[in-house]
């Protein structure tokens, strides 16, 4: 998509910051507030400029979009384009937009829900499932038995040499 922003819109907009700027800027050898507009625009005026660029792209791309109805789907890749025309700032911006979809016949379709059974021995695998899953260990004073968890010490030797167990 192509959009044209008038440059007078931007460099008043960067006119009046830098105005507004003028009242509170300190800068060596000026008094405060009393920093001429040239020392003004030579020192602050490519950052005002950039910042008000950036504000007029996005208001400019979200008023082009409402215009044209378009809903996009992920940022857009903007290019600048060449300065052909003084009167207006140009770019394209690249974007990808979320299909159009009409769903039609919607009252004719017919859906089978699949009918599910569950029976006793169902519940009890599950449960049975549950008491694994939620299991806690507890400390006994017995020998151990099957299904018993246990910790073990040992001194291993292969060939009459210890190893770490």
Known sequence: MKVAVPKDSI??????????????????GFRPGKVPFSVLRKKFGGQVRRE?????????????????????????????????????????????????????GLDSIQVERPVLEIGDADIDKMLENLRKQRKTWVGVDRPAQDGDQVTIDFEGSIDGESFAG
Do not use: C, W
């Open 11 to 28: 460099e008043s907009e960067v006119e009046k910051r830098l105005k507004s700027m003028g009242g509170r800027a300190k800068i060596d």
């Open 52 to 104: 008000v660029l950036g504000e007029v792209l996005q208001s400019s791309f979200a008023e082009a979009i409402v215009q044209e109805k378009l809903r996009p789907a992920g940022v857009p890749h903007i290019e600048m384009e060449d300065a052909a025309n003084d009167d207006s700032l140009e770019y394209t911006a690249t974007f990808e937009v979320y299909p159009e979809v009409e769903l039609k």
